[in-house]
């Protein structure tokens, strides 16, 4: 074990220290200036205001994304000169700036956050929050020409980011209705009906990555999925057309407003890899990207019992936004498991010394009764227990031999390891045996 004098060495293994903080380059898109109206109408100023009163916030944070931080300023000092409430700027994120940052918003002992641009729309149960997502332009009538060409023998479900939503209101939806179109509502959204099929306004029939719309009743009707969102990458679209293999997914971009059809991701075979590789595994770090989405906890202890079972170490690790700096400090680590949003995308992913896996991969790894489906579903909330596509695993496995498809030497599962001993790691880390 460490010397308590050394825990400050270690601490700054693990934290960006102040200096590469302020230093740190940002690369953002040039955005159009907005006026002050422009300002009002764009981020829903009035809106918030509302929301302000409604709820009797009195210390609100406003969270950003880096690209739109530029207004932040001026939208702070807007809403503090009408609410006459103290408002606080969150300047940069614990981990995703999609995910709602109830830590930061707690040091400032906030009782409110609005969070401006994209979301993941992560259930949060701390603290009442708005989301404002701003605001992009949709061609109505070029997009309802693009999806009426695609057909009436398959059910159509629109999908969209964020920014696009309010381009669905109540017009938007009798023209979809026309075409027995199905709208995808934002989790957020409460009492609205999803069109022809809709079983009931607050209690859809499927809820799935932030969006919840409801399918026809025949079974032998195809689903088409038509989503809205521009050319830059969207983490969204990839975890739908990834988790619906079955489905066929058509892209429209409002830049170009051009629908295309979208490839089965090659993503999907790589996650049969990375199973393997939880396999060969003796000591996993779970690795916590995520203090806010619902359930978060119980996903670490699914990780650690699957673990135990098959006689795994297993260590909590939790040193903020995860870089390849600060997780090279655990070389006895074999294979990181990412406790986070299902949108969360680590930079420079190939080069960390050990592999980032997803839950799903440790279940199609440690629980015999998960068979692979060619499909793969990020979001861990639905393969934990109360989740969609929960599959409870054996109270006891078997103990066996195979061998590694990776390192073709034998692999003995369902048996502890010889060694119980907790890893020299420079930090005490929380871990099962």
């Known amino acids: ?10 601490m700054a293994l693990l934290y960006s220290d102040e200096k590469s903080v302020l230093d740190r380059q940002i690369n953002v898109e040039n955005h159009p200036k907005l006026s002050k109206d422009e300002l009002v109408d764009v981020f829903e100023l009035e809106r918030c205001l509302g929301w302000i009163t409604e709820h009797q916030l009195s210390r609100i944070c406003l969270q950003f994304p880096d690209e739109l931080l530029e207004y932040s300023v001026v939208i702070a000092q807007h809403l503090e000169q009408k609410s006459f409430k103290q408002i606080f700027i969150l300047g940069d994120t614990s981990y995703g700036s999609c995910c709602v940052d109830e830590v930061a918003a707690s040091h400032v002992n906030a009782d409110g956050i609005i969070h401006f641009g994209h979301s993941c729309l992560s259930t949060v149960n701390r603290l ?15 997009f309802l020409n693009s999806i009426s060409e ?13 920014c696009y939503a309010h381009c669905f209101d109540e017009a938007m939806c009798q023209n979809l209705a026309q075409l027995t179109v199905t709208i995808s509502r934002l989790s957020t959204s409460t009492s609205a009906t999803c069109g022809v099929y809709c079983r009931h306004p607050e209690d859809h029939q ?10 026809s009743e025949d079974r032998d009707k195809s689903v088409i999925y038509v989503y809205v969102c ?3 990458p969207c983490r969204n679209l990839d975890n739908f057309v990834m988790s619906m293999p079955e489905s066929s997914f058509y892209q429209f971009n409002p830049d170009s407003n051009l629908l295309s059809p979208v490839p089965q991701s090659a993503v999907v075979k790589k996650h049969l ?11 996993v770090g ?11 906890l119980t996903a670490v202890n699914h990780v650690k019992a699957l673990c135990k079972k098959h006689g795994k170490r297993s260590y909590i690790i939790s040193v903020g936004k995860p870089n390849v700096p600060k997780l090279a400090n655990f070389p006895e ?3 990181y498991v990412l406790i986070s949003c299902p949108e969360m995308c680590l930079p420079n992913a190939k080069e960390f010394l050990q592999p980032v896996v997803h839950l799903i991969d440790v279940e199609l790894a440690l629980n015999p009764a998960r068979s692979w489906e060619n499909k793969v579903n990020l979001d861990f909330t639905q393969l934990i227990s109360g989740g969609a596509e929960f599959v409870s695993c054996p109270d006891l496995v078997s103990p066996s031999m195979d061998i590694s498809l990776l390192s073709n030497n034998v692999r003995v599962n369902g048996v502890a390891p010889d060694d119980t001993s907790e890893l020299g790691l420079p930090i005490q880390l929380h871990g099962s045996t």
């Open 333 to 335: 680590i074999d294979v």
């Open 273 to 283: 890899y990375l199973s393997e590789k939880v396999k060969d595994a003796q000591n």
């Open 230 to 232: 521009d050319s830059k």
């Open 286 to 296: 779970i690795l916590v990207a995520t203090l806010v989405v619902n359930k978060y």
């Open 1 to 10: 074990m460490a010397n308590v004098t050394d825990f400050p060495i270690a």
């Open 128 to 142: 009442p929050v708005l989301y404002v997502f701003t605001k992009q332009q949709l061609d109505t009538e070029k």
């Open 150 to 162: 695609l057909g009436s023998q398959s059910q159509l479900v629109v999908l969209y980011d964020t």
């Open 206 to 215: 499927v809820s799935k990555l932030g969006r919840q719309y409801c399918l």
